[in-house]
């Protein structure tokens, strides 16, 4: 019988094995994919993805590739997080290029970390491609500079998923002056959120905006006061995913907006 030598054994394992690309799709607009994410999408063999990739992204995946939908909008987890990292396994296992497709980037309350730890676990190849995330990108698309220095030294993301009807967050760490807070995932608290903010010391007059599907032709950004907002956003009727964004930053947003952005 013939034998392989180590070295080629070796090579024959590592490429006859798939690959898992855990890839940021960004918020929305197809032109804030990296050229990385764009080249994996166009060459996957299986694409995994969630209810947070675009559509535009969307008509750049490979024609040919097997698409597989993972679902995660509120309420409605197409795939259990357990059985979709056994499926990434398997289809790695069967040798396929697997692009795992995210909204945003992949380590910002993506969930990506938990399915990489999966899949180093078992030991299968994966690189992550980020992407930008939802923050950095509806910022720039609504005209609110998070960092201008004029307003604020730090910024901080967080979630305002609730948990039990409220969110479990570090409210004295969150309401301070001269601070930008990002909150995704807050839409349905968004009262509550208010009105810990203000209990825990900002004035009812700070600066506080919503946008809707930023980076997308239907963002729409409302602003107004940590008082106001709640009853704005109602008013509005504004469709997922949407992002807050609490600072004095928010006031630059009216002089800054370059959008033409939807009417409702
Ligand atoms: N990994 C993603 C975030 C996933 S959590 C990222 O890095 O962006 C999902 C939340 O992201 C949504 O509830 C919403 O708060 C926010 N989000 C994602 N895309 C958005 C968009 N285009 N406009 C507004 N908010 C968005």
Redesign the pocket.
């Given at each position: 019988m013939m034998t392989i030598p180590h070295e080629i054994e070796t090579r024959i394992a590592t490429t006859a094995t798939g690959c898992v690309y855990l890839v940021?799709a960004g918020?929305?607009d197809p032109e804030l994919l990296t050229l990385k994410a764009a080249r994996l999408i166009a060459q996957a063999d299986v694409l995994v993805y969630d209810h947070?990739v675009?559509a535009p992204v969307m008509a750049l995946v490979n024609p040919k590739a097997e698409r597989i939908y993972a679902g995660k909008e509120r309420g409605n987890h197409a795939l259990p997080q357990t059985q979709l990292n056994d499926l990434l396994v398997s289809l790695a296992n069967q040798g396929k290029c697997v692009v795992r497709l995210?909204?945003?980037?992949?380590y910002?309350?993506?969930r990506g970390g938990e399915e990489v730890q999966t899949l180093r676990a078992s030991h299968v190849r994966f690189e992550v491609i980020p992407?930008i995330?939802?923050?950095t990108?509806?910022a720039a698309y609504a005209g609110i500079p998070l960092t201008h220095r004029d307003y604020a030294q730090a910024c901080i993301f967080v979630?305002g998923h609730l948990k039990d009807g409220t969110m479990n967050l570090d409210w004295p760490g969150l309401a301070r002056r001269r601070q930008t807070v990002v909150?995704?995932?807050?839409?349905h608290g968004l009262a509550h959120l208010c009105e810990q903010l203000i209990a825990h010391g900002l004035p009812h007059s700070w600066p506080a905006a919503i946008?809707?599907?930023?980076?997308?032709p239907t963002?729409r950004t409302v602003t107004g006061t940590l008082a106001s907002l709640p009853e704005l956003a109602t008013a509005a009727r504004l469709r997922?995913?949407?992002?807050?964004i609490v600072g004095e930053v928010v006031l630059l947003h009216e002089q800054l907006q370059w959008i033409v952005e939807a009417a409702d």
């Open positions: 940021g918020p929305g947070l675009s995210k909204g945003g980037d992949p910002t309350f993506g992407g995330t939802a923050a990108g509806v979630t909150i995704y995932m807050g839409l946008v809707q599907q930023g980076t997308q963002q997922a995913p949407t992002l807050i």
